[in-house]
C-alpha cells in the first residue's frame, strides 16, 4: 500500500466535481474505490468538504487564469462574470488531462475552443467583434510559442522564378493566415492602448508570420488575389500550374499569369510559402 | 553547502507585465526570480532575447511542476528542461515546491499538499535525489499553503519539513506568507512552527499578500504584506543568515512605486539583522 492511493484520491476530488458530489455525500463509499489503507481512508473521510469544494474552484479559476494570459485584450472584452457563468462548465467539458509540452500552451488552446464554442452559441455576443479579437491573440501566441520555427526556406535553389516552374509550393509551417470580419489591425491597437474606437467592419485577411531571425511573428495583410494564389499552393500544384489555374480564373488572362511567378518568388522570400518536397 | 551561497539582498518575482518598471530598476531590485514553467517550451531566440533584457539581475529560476511529493517518478523531460534553464541562468541555487502537482501524468496545476509521515518523506528524498542528479546546484524546497490538512497525525509539518531538508539535503525556500495563512487556515502558533524548521538550511525568504475570502486567508498575491508577515520576517532575519528575500506580486501591479516601496522595508529589516 503507498501514498499514491491518497494522491490518485485527492486529484480526482479535487478535479472532478462528480467525484467532489459523490464524497460530500457519502465519503466511505466513494473512497471505497481507491486503494487506501484503513488508516488512509479514515484521515482522508474527515476531509472538510467545504475546503474541498474552496480548492476545487481555485483550480479551476487558476486554469482560466493560466489560459487567459493568452489573451489578454479578449479578457479585457469578457463580462465581468464571465468566470461565473462559465467555469462550471469549463470545468466539466476540460477535465485536467495529461499534457505534453507547455500546460499554458495546452491549456490557452482548450480555452480558446471552449470560448469560440461559447461565442459561435450567441452567448458571449458583445462585443460584436470579440470572435476577431480572440483569433487574432490565439494565432499570435501560437506562433510565438511555437517550438523549433525553421529558417526561411526556398522553392528552389533557383535564382529567377522562371528556374522553379515545377516547383510545388506549400504553405511554411509556421504561417497562419486568418480571415477577419473587421479591421483587425487598427482594432486591435486601439485596445491595446485603451483607446475608445468605433471598429469598422471591414473584412481583410492576414497573414502571420513567424522567422527565426525575425523573433517576432509579423502580421501583414493580404488581397483577395494573393489569398487566392495562397489557397492553390497545396504541395500537389506546381507553380507552373497554379499561374495557369489562377490566369483562367480571372480576366486579365495571360498578363496575370506573367506576373504570378515574381509573386510566389516573393512569398518565398518572405517566408509564406516553401516548397513542398 | 549553503554557507558558501552568495548574499543577493531583496530581490521581486518576475512578471512580463512589470518588465519595463523592473529594467529601469536594477539598483533597487537586486535579484529577480523567474517561474522555471514560463521558459521551458520557450522557443530559443525568444528565451535568449529576454535572458538578454535581464542580464543586470541575478537570476533565480523557482520552478512549480515538479511535482516532489508525487508517489511516482518524475517528469524526466521536465527536469531535464529544469536543468538547462538553470544552467542558462547561472543561478546560484533553484528551488520547487514541497507538494505534488502531478498524478498520472496529469497537472492539477495546484500546489496540493502531503500528508506528513516518513513514508512521503521516503517519497520527497527519493524525487529529490532524481532532481539532483539532473542538476547539481543547490536546491530549495518550499513550504506551501493548503486549505485542508492531510491529519496523519504520525508527525507536525514542521517535523516534516526538517526530516525532508535533511534527509535529501537540501535548502528551505521559507515562504512567511505560506506560514501565517496556514497558522490562521489550519490553527497553529506560526513563531512556534518557525522554531521548530532548521533555519540554518533558510537560504531564500518569500514576502506575499493575502485575501480574505469565506473566512479563509488565500495566498493570491495580489496585495501588500501583511504587518504579520513583516513581523514574522524580522523574526527569521533575527536567527537564519538569509541569502535572499523575494516579493511575489502575480496581480495589482499597476503601482510599481508601492512594490518599490515594500522592497526598501524588506532591505531595511534585512540590513538591520546582518
Known sequence: MSIYGVQTFLSDVLTKQPILSAFESDAQRTLANYNLTENQQRMLAGLPTARLTKYFWMLVSKRLWLGMKAFPLTKSLLPDDFAARFSARYSELNPPAPVAGSPMFSEAMTLYRFLVACIQAGELSSPPYLLDVLTYEMLLFKLSNSPGVPKRAAVANGSHPSDYTDARPVLHPQVEIARFSYDIIPLVRALQARQESAPQVLACTLVFLRVEEEREVTVSKINEATRELISLCDGNRTMRQIAQELSERVSEGSSLQSKIPGILARLTTAGIICSAT | ?274
Open chain 2, 1 to 274: 553547502m549553503f554557507n558558501n551561497l552568495p548574499h543577493l539582498g531583496v530581490g521581486l518575482g518576475y512578471r512580463s507585465p512589470l518588465h519595463r518598471e523592473i529594467a529601469r530598476n536594477p539598483g533597487k531590485i537586486q535579484f529577480l526570480e523567474l517561474v522555471t514553467d514560463q521558459f521551458l517550451y520557450t522557443p530559443e531566440d525568444k528565451l535568449s532575447a529576454f535572458l538578454d533584457s535581464v542580464r543586470d539581475f541575478p537570476l533565480i529560476p523557482h520552478s512549480v511542476a515538479m511535482s516532489v511529493g508525487a508517489d511516482m517518478p518524475l517528469d524526466f523531460d521536465y527536469l531535464r528542461r529544469n536543468a538547462t534553464f538553470v544552467e542558462r541562468t547561472s543561478a546560484p541555487w533553484f528551488s520547487d515546491h514541497l507538494c505534488f502537482t502531478k498524478v498520472a501524468g496529469v497537472d492539477l496545476g495546484q500546489l496540493t499538499p502531503l500528508s506528513f509521515d516518513e513514508e512521503t518523506v521516503e517519497v520527497v528524498c527519493r524525487n529529490v535525489a532524481a532532481v539532483k542528479r539532473t542538476c547539481d546546484r543547490p536546491f530549495l524546497l518550499e513550504n506551501i499553503t493548503y486549505y485542508f490538512a492531510l491529519g496523519s497525525g504520525e508527525m507536525t509539518e514542521s517535523q516534516f519539513i526538517t526530516k525532508v531538508l535533511q534527509k535529501s539535503d537540501c535548502g528551505l525556500l521559507l515562504d512567511l506568507n505560506n506560514v501565517y495563512l496556514n497558522s490562521i487556515n489550519i490553527g497553529y502558533d506560526p513563531y512556534q512552527f518557525l522554531r521548530e524548521l532548521p533555519l540554518d538550511r533558510a537560504v531564500q525568504v518569500h514576502l506575499a499578500g493575502f485575501e480574505t475570502e469565506d473566512g479563509m486567508l488565500i495566498d493570491t498575491h495580489a496585495a501588500p504584506v501583511s504587518k504579520e508577515v513583516w513581523e514574522l520576517l524580522k523574526f527569521v532575519c533575527a536567527k537564519a543568515d538569509v541569502r535572499g528575500i523575494l516579493l511575489e506580486r502575480d496581480e495589482n501591479l499597476d503601482d510599481f512605486g508601492s512594490i518599490l516601496e515594500e522592497l526598501d522595508i524588506a532591505r531595511d529589516i534585512l540590513r538591520r539583522f546582518h
